[in-house]
């Protein structure tokens, strides 16, 4: 079973442009989440989308949006990008959106870098 | 509100030696508990996670977890380290009734030769 897929893997921007990131989630999986990882922040949650639907929402500027498309892949979007928004960004599914103790199983991440 | 805390941003031991990763969890009910693991250039990959169904969890890699209530703690332990082991581990507690995960700050393991 192939595991959640995020590209690029990589990508250079300058301030003030936009980027989009996507995700392909593992399949039959309909839960997306996205985080972002610095070193000074840590791993901090940015938000969840399922049934095409955000379903919550991290303490993130409006700069940050995502949407989720009916075969559950998503894509994250960052607008007049900051110099501060160089990170990791991390994608994670689930079967749902139920929480518990269903795990979320993570893609390899895209490393954005803001010049 | 759900939080996590890991004691020690940096851990060092020996090969073979025993691996101690400390996590405190804060919590008003019973919490839904990971282990993740994220070695250089990839993505978190799961390591165990609590079920209530048992304290002591095991995972994959020889580590194992013991959830103890009366601490709220959720220590990570690994018998005999191995080089491969190497990497930043996180805790991480589930945010409520949603799929938001908590975590901590990440514990970077080393494994000296």
Known sequence: ?115 | AQSVTQLGSHVSVSEGALVLLRCNYSSSVPPYLFWYVQYPNQGLQLLLKYTSAATLVKGINGFEAEFKKSETSFHLTKPSAHMSDAAEYFCAVRGGATNKLIFGTGTLLAVQP
């Not at chain 1, 839960?31 to 991290?58: A, H």
């Open chain 1, 1 to 115: 079973k192939a595991g959640v897929t995020q590209t690029p893997r990589y990508l250079i921007k300058t301030r003030g442009q936009q980027v989009t990131l996507s995700c392909s989630p593992i399949s039959g999986h309909r839960s997306v989440s996205w985080y972002q990882q610095t070193p000074g922040q840590g791993l901090q949650f940015l938000f969840e989308y399922f049934s095409e639907t955000q379903r919550n929402k991290g303490n993130f500027p409006g700069r940050f949006s995502g949407r989720q498309f009916s075969n559950s892949r998503s894509e994250m979007n960052v607008s007049t990008l900051e110099l501060g928004d160089s990170a990791l960004y991390l994608c994670a599914s689930s079967l749902d959106h139920r929480g518990g103790n269903q795990p979320q199983h993570f893609g390899d991440g895209t490393r954005l870098s803001i010049l």
